[in-house]
C-alpha cells in the first residue's frame, strides 16, 4: 500500500498508527464480535471508549478539574452561536479580535443573537498579522480570538493582556499542538479535523465558573449545562470519531507527550520558513515572522498561473493539499501533527528542484537546425 504525502488544511492526515489500531478494531472491537460502529453507545465498552478519549485530554492539556470537557457535534461552526447563546444574557456584550474569515464568522453568528464588537483587527492588512492594539472593553462578557488562523497562517504565541475579561479561543486548528495552560482561558473550542482526528465531533474544554447562569430557555442541545450533565451523551456521540480521537491521543502519549509533539512541530516549521525566507523571493511568506503559524505556512509565487502549475506539479509528484483555496489564495502547506519530518523534506526538495527548473532560461529555438535539413 502506498500513501501520499497529504498537506491538506483538514480533514487531514492521520497518524498512521492511529490508523493501524482503528483498522485493526474495525470489525471485531477487542473480542466482541461487532464494530464500533455498530456498538449501542451505552455499552460498557463504548462508555470506555469514551471516558478515556476525555481523560487523555485532560491528562495531555492538564486540564484542571473546574474545567469540563465536553465531545459535542455541529463542528467548530455551531460554537460560534452556542457560545454567545450560553454566555451573554440581558445585554451583555462581547469583544472579538479578527484575524481571519473564521473570526469573521465568529463574530457574524454572535451579533445574530446578541451583542458582540470588533476589539481590534487586521484585515485593513490582509491579515498579515496578529492585532497588538486592541480595545477590550472591561464590561466585556468574554473577548474571543481565533487562535490560529488556518487560511492566513497566523497563530497567537502571546495571549492579549484582557485585565480580567476571559478569553475564548478557538483552537481548531492548533490544539494539541503544545501544552497550552488552560487556566488562562473561559473556553476552548476546537472543530476535531484538523490536528486531532476525523471530522465529526468539536472539543470544548469549559471552565465552570464561565458558564454560571446561562440560561435555560435555550433548546436542548444548545446547553452545554445539559451536555454537561449527560457527560457528552445527551444524545447519541459520533462514536467513531471519538474512538478514533482516542487513537490519535494514545499516539500523543507513545510519541513522548505534547512536549516532543511541539519540538518536532517547531522543527518542522522552521524547516519550511527557512526554506521559503532563503528562496530569493521565488516563494514569499509575508506574514508578521513573530505571528507565523507554525501549523499552516502559507506562501505566494510571482504569478497565479505559477502557484497553479505548483500545485498541479507537486501532485504529480505525490504532494496533495497545497492551494490555499480560502479567500486568501496561493498556496498552504499545513503540518499538523501527524504531518512527518519526512514530509517535509521531500516536500522542501521538490520545491528546490521546481524553483530550479523554472529558473533555467528555456532555451530559443534553433532555426540553424531547420535549415540543414
Ligand atoms: C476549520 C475551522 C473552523 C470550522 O470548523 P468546522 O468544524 O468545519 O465548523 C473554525 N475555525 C477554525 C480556526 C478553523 O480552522
Not at 129 to 135: A, F, G, N, W
Request: charged share 20%.
Amino acid at each position: 500500500m502506498s500513501r501520499i504525502y497529504n498537506f491538506f488544511p483538514g480533514p487531514a492526515a492521520l497518524p498512521q498508527e492511529a490508523l493501524a489500531a482503528a483498522h485493526d478494531e474495525f470489525f471485531d472491537f477487542e473480542g466482541t464480535g461487532l464494530s464500533l460502529l455498530e456498538m449501542s453507545h451505552r455499552t460498557e465498552a463504548y462508555e470506555r471508549v469514551h471516558r478515556e478519549a476525555t481523560d487523555m485530554v485532560r491528562e495531555l492539556l492538564d486540564v484542571p478539574s473546574d474545567y469540563k470537557i465536553l465531545w459535542l457535534q455541529g463542528g467548530a461552526s455551531l460554537q460560534f452561536s452556542m457560545l454567545p447563546m450560553n454566555v451573554l444574557k440581558n445585554g451583555q456584550s462581547a469583544d472579538y479580535v479578527l484575524t481571519d474569515y473564521w473570526s469573521e464568522r465568529a463574530l457574524t453568528e454572535a451579533q445574530t443573537v446578541a451583542r458582540a464588537h470588533i476589539a481590534g483587527s487586521s484585515k485593513q492588512d490582509g491579515y498579515r498579522y496578529i492585532p497588538t492594539d486592541l480595545y477590550v472593553d472591561p464590561c466585556a462578557r468574554y473577548l474571543h480570538i481565533t487562535h490560529n488562523a488556518t487560511i492566513f497562517g497566523t497563530q497567537y504565541h502571546e495571549l492579549p493582556k484582557t485585565y480580567g475579561v476571559p478569553i475564548v479561543a478557538d483552537m481548531s486548528s492548533d490544539i494539541m499542538w503544545r501544552k497550552v495552560d488552560v487556566r488562562r482561558y473561559g473556553m476552548i473550542y476546537a472543530g476535531a479535523h484538523k490536528n486531532l482526528g476525523p471530522s465529526g465531533a468539536t472539543l470544548v474544554i469549559v471552565n465552570e465558573e464561565f458558564l454560571r447562569g446561562a440560561p435555560k430557555n435555550l433548546p436542548s442541545m444548545l446547553r452545554y449545562d445539559v451536555h454537561i450533565e449527560n457527560e457528552s451523551m445527551y444524545n447519541t456521540p459520533p462514536t467513531f470519531t471519538i474512538a478514533f480521537i482516542g487513537h490519535v491521543l494514545r499516539w500523543i502519549k507513545a510519541q513522548g507527550g505534547l512536549d516532543i509533539i511541539e519540538a518536532r512541530n517547531r522543527e518542522k516549521a522552521r524547516k519550511v520558513y527557512d526554506f521559503i525566507d532563503s528562496s530569493d523571493g521565488f516563494y514569499v511568506n509575508d506574514v508578521a515572522r513573530e505571528d507565523r503559524s507554525m501549523m499552516n505556512v502559507v506562501f505566494n509565487m510571482a504569478t497565479p498561473e505559477l502557484e497553479a502549475r505548483f500545485v498541479a506539479e507537486a501532485k504529480m509528484h505525490g504532494f496533495i493539499g497545497l492551494a490555499n483555496r480560502g479567500e486568501r489564495g496561493g498556496c498552504r502547506i499545513s503540518i499538523y501533527n501527524a504531518v512527518g519530518l519526512d514530509a517535509v523534506d521531500s516536500l522542501l526538495n521538490f520545491m528546490a528542484d521546481f524553483m530550479v527548473q523554472m529558473h533555467i532560461p528555456q532555451r530559443p529555438f534553433d532555426h540553424t537546425t531547420l535549415a540543414a535539413m
